[in-house]
């Protein structure tokens, strides 16, 4: 936490204009003034607004009839992240480096594209959300908001260890996908042995019992099935329909069980190990 604040300071303390000095801290210290404060919560407020409304705007009976209402929450919440994104940049500018360093980074360029689609749609004068779906990216600048906060570091902390926790893991890891390799092979092919049917010269393809074109008509088809029951999806799309074929499947069903289960013990001693 204290090189996150020693960081902050450094950076506010190169900006050489005062006005710009005060307006990054405005943004990016909220325990700097009160003003800050607030502006941060206000910031957060507005992205969560923004991304429960994108989320209902989809439900296609609210939707219906009520574009001008969805259109004008658009443009509310668009005015302000501007605003923000204009003087939050302002702000980073003191000089040319400065700019460029911040412009290019990967959470300005979120921002850019959190409010470039309705501008698009507002020059082209119709609606672009299947060209641009970006606006769900807005949810993605709480991580700037966390940041200036003081439990920041406890989130940067826990994603080091979790990316070392992996790192350490890497080789356990890569035997674990070998051996899930290697069970998906031999499930898939058990399984298209057992249920693929028989062959019809007629329509040249594999046919069930009940004359139904076979799902499990290749072995590649078969490893989609096993795929999907080693992990505990189940679509339901592909099922057995023979005895043999329910009957391999119910080891699968439990090797799937403890397959899930490995990856998340052998990361969770290392992460463990590394937290302590």
Known sequence: MENVEVQRDQEAQQIRSAWKRELFLLFEDPSSSPSAFVINVFVTFMIILSAVLTTIETIPSLRKGNSQMWFGFETGIVAVFTLEFILRFLGHTDTWQQAWNYGKSAITIIDALAIFPYYVELILHRDTSYEFRFTILRIFRLLRVFSAFKYSSLLQLSIEVMIVAVKRSSDALLAFLLFVALTVT????????AERGTWDEERQAFLTANGEYST?????????????????????????TTFVGKLISFPMMIAGILLIALPSIIVGRNFTQVWE
């Open 186 to 193: 031999l499930f898939s092919t058990l399984m298209y042995f």
């Open 216 to 240: 499990f008509s290749s072995i590649p088809a078969a490893a989609y099935y096993s795929i999907v029951t080693l992990t505990t999806t189940g679509f339901g799309d592909m099922v057995p």
